[in-house]
């Protein structure tokens, strides 16, 4: 008799034990998701802010004026950053770009003009608000004119809205597979205590006092099954990392994406395993006692 209560003890165990792995699994593939998704957002931060506005300056402007000029238009707050160039590096870039050298045909004369190039948020990234923010640009009386590549910014925006939708769905997709094999574990672990389950009811054990024990293990169950998912999770995240730079976590746009991903699995983990572990007991409590077998 210990024997068999020793084996029905240990297949128990082993659908507790498959329940976690399977879910877990699961999780670990939304994970994956999710950091794939953040992942995307961080290069097209990064796509976006590459394109610049390159503002050229008026001739005869001294140093403090420039200096002024600059913190000005730091103060705006879609601008990500700025850089300076001078006439004398303006000279040295169409040098390295054109290998050409034009002090030759003019002697001594530089007839380049200072300019700054601006790099806006990821979020202002877009024609209109890049064709806004010229405008502003050109009301201040040291620039003369900009200059940006809407065309080449239309298409970048155009390409990473249209990719940033497939993903997302993708993502959808991938949550909602995820949800579906975690309640099928469950649903499947919850059959083989159809007759425990029976049997409490027979000897006048309340609805309430029945489900809570399953309950109670699922969602330790489930944090369990979050746990080991975001752990392999973040070793993976901390390996790419370390071996090619890859995310900057000082970012707390970054930052946030990877805190949404742990709250995420968790959530998702003791949500789905509470639902359906409760779901499958109230099942089988209403079953008449021929539909059990």
């Known amino acids: 008799m210990s024997t068999q209560a020793g084996k029905s003890l240990q297949k128990k165990q082993t659908h507790y034990i498959n329940a976690i792995l399977i879910t877990a699994l ?32 008026k001739e005869g402007l001294t140093q403090p004026d420039i200096d002024k000029l600059l913190k000005r238009i730091e103060n705006n707050e879609s601008v990500k950053s700025i850089r300076f160039i001078s006439k004398e590096e303006a ?55 900009t200059r940006a590549n809407e065309a080449l910014i239309s298409s970048v925006d155009t390409d990473l809205k249209v990719a940033g939708f497939i993903i997302a769905g993708i993502s959808i997709l991938f949550l909602v597979i995820a949800i579906a094999i975690i309640d099928k574990t469950i649903r499947l672990s919850m059959y083989s205590n159809r007759f425990l389950v029976r049997s409490m009811q027979l000897v006048g ?39 090619y730079a890859y995310w900057d976590f000082s970012d707390p746009t970054i930052k946030r994406g ?22 499958s007991v109230h099942k089988y409590i209403k079953m008449k006692l021929d539909e059990l077998y």
């Open 91 to 145: 000279m040295d870039i169409f040098k390295s770009k054109f290998n050409e050298d034009p002090s030759e045909i003019l002697e001594d004369v530089n007839p380049l003009p200072a300019s700054m190039d601006i790099s806006l948020e990821a979020a202002a990234v877009n024609v209109d608000s890049i064709s806004a923010f010229r405008e502003k640009l050109q009301l201040y009386p040291e620039i003369t004119h």
């Open 258 to 279: 990877f805190i949404f991903t742990a709250l995420m699995l968790f959530g998702v983990g003791i949500l789905i395993t509470w639902f359906s572990t409760r779901s």
């Open 205 to 243: 054990a309340t609805r309430g006092f029945i489900t809570a024990p399953y309950v109670k293990r699922s969602i330790v169950n489930g944090i369990i099954s979050a746990a080991i998912a975001l752990v392999v999770l973040f070793s993976a995240v901390l390996y790419i990392h370390g071996n």
């Open 26 to 57: 699961a999780l670990l593939m939304l994970g994956i998701m999710s950091v794939l998704f953040l992942s995307f957002k961080y290069e097209e931060a990064n796509i976006k802010e590459d394109l610049v506005i390159s503002a050229y300056l």
